[in-house]
């Protein structure tokens, strides 16, 4: 699609402001770091847990794109407002549990509220910069969000530290009132317009624009199949992506039940996990510093180094499992930013939200047999970390892998 001539008039400094505003609130979870323990309290097994966390995963596979398209047919400033609405549906869902669908129902609105977000906030944030003409800002302004979503990440973390005076359903209830500000910071943001679709799209009266949706969706499911189809490198790179990524919550979320067997209370959890998000600063910074030539060298290096650390978050002692799991944090943010970076300015703009999707709906994918399988294997051995370990050995041989692919004849 012809690019539309560059607005100069781009409100870029507000823009950022309120990009960086959503991005810290939509990552100030107060139950992720808790929600294992606390279902686990309640009298839910690992298995179910396990099958909770899977539950969410076949809802981000089978919404994973739609909400990408949605994005990119209907509007990003929107789609990030609707997410905020999820997430406190999702809350109220578990605020008042009435049983296990109670909770399965809450991981699949959490699933979709996660959807929404993915893939339009990068499209949003990178489109952004192309109204400005100032594309050149992505690595900055892509490292400053992956720092201050770390900063909601940890302080939300540390409102474990709250379970000796909050009650269950106290967690989730404050949850619905961070997801409600998550929509304000939404309202907050301009919709960016770089082609003649978008504008089209903006020009568009609601009406409108939903009559010609069918005929707009058929043709954007052609165009990101033929890219895709036409970019064998950019589609590597997916999968490369989500093997990576994999254990990147399953390794927070057993290391959960590894300190809580292990005796420690539910209030001090959070605490402990904020050193596993140490990690992801030091990602972030060293990714503005690592300008490789090819991925496949540095693939390589992070995914044999991650691999290890998820081997050692699962079977070593406590203390130093808890090292390894920063250690994995920062390996995954390096290479995920890293690669963010050269999938974006790959990505045409009308399909950009719609293509990252694509990369997270892989990531998901995998995840589906792999959740419960890892939790499985804690249940029949009867050591939780044991399946982290076997997940850590299958990213080492993927770094392995690559190292091998690198060093093929060409």
């Given amino acids: 699609m012809k690019q539309k001539t560059t607005p100069a008039r781009f409100p870029l400094r507000r823009q950022l402001a309120g990009l960086y505003g959503y991005g810290l609130t939509s990552c100030i979870d107060i139950t992720t770091a808790v929600w294992v323990a606390l279902l ?12 909770a966390e899977g539950v969410h995963h076949i809802v981000s596979l089978a919404a994973e794109i739609p909400s990408g398209m949605a994005a990119d047919l209907l509007g990003r400033r929107r789609t990030l407002a609707a997410s905020g609405l999820m997430a406190a549906l999702s809350g109220l ?9 109670f ?5 699949a609105l959490s699933a979709l509220s996660y959807n929404l977000i993915s893939g339009t906030f990068e499209a949003l944030s990178y489109d952004s910069l192309c109204a400005a003409g100032r594309t050149e800002l992505y690595p900055t302004v892509q490292t400053r969000c992956a720092l201050l979503q770390s900063v909601g990440s940890i302080l939300g973390h540390l ?11 106290a967690y989730y209830l404050i949850d619905v009132g961070l997801s409600g500000l998550r929509s304000l910071a939404a309202g907050s943001l301009r919709e960016p317009v770089v082609t003649e679709t978008q504008a089209a799209r903006e020009a568009a009266e609601t009406r409108a624009l939903l009559a010609t949706l069918p005929r707009r969706l058929r043709a954007h499911v052609r165009e990101t199949v033929r890219f895709l189809l036409g970019s064998p490198a950019t589609t590597r790179l997916i999968f490369a992506n989500a093997v990576i990524s994999l254990p990147c919550y399953l390794t927070l979320m057993f290391l959960q039940q590894r300190l809580s067997a292990a ?3 539910t209030a001090l959890l959070g605490l402990i996990v904020c050193l596993f998000e140490l990690g992801r600063p030091v990602g972030s910074w060293l990714s503005l510093r690592v300008r490789p030539r090819r991925l496949v060298g540095l693939y390589a290096a992070c995914a044999a180094l991650g691999g290890l650390c998820t081997v050692a978050a699962g079977l070593a002692p406590l203390p130093l499992a808890v090292l390894a799991g920063a250690g994995f944090a920062g390996c995954e943010m390096l290479w995920t930013l890293c690669s963010e970076r050269r999938l974006n300015d790959s990505f045409p703009s009308d399909q950009r939200a719609t293509l990252v999707s694509v990369n997270s709906m892989v990531y998901s994918l995998l995840m589906i047999p792999v959740s419960p399988l890892t939790g499985l294997a804690g249940d029949l051995t009867g050591a939780p970390g044991a399946g982290l370990a076997l997940l850590g050995g299958g990213v080492l041989a993927a770094g392995i892998a690559a190292r091998c692919w690198a060093k093929r004849p060409h």
Avoid: D, H, N
């Avoid at 309640?42 to 396990?50: A, F, K, N, T």
């Avoid at 869902?93 to 669908?101: H, I, K, P, T, Y």
């Avoid at 409102?159 to 359903?169: D, G, I």
């Fill in 40 to 51: 686990a309290a309640r009298g839910y097994s690992l298995w179910q847990i396990g099958l």
């Fill in 159 to 169: 409102a474990s530290l709250l379970t000796a005076v909050l009650p269950f359903r």
């Fill in 263 to 265: 005796g420690l209370p």
């Fill in 103 to 107: 909770v399965l129902a809450s991981m």
């Fill in 93 to 101: 869902l578990m605020a008042f549990e009435q049983g296990f669908g």
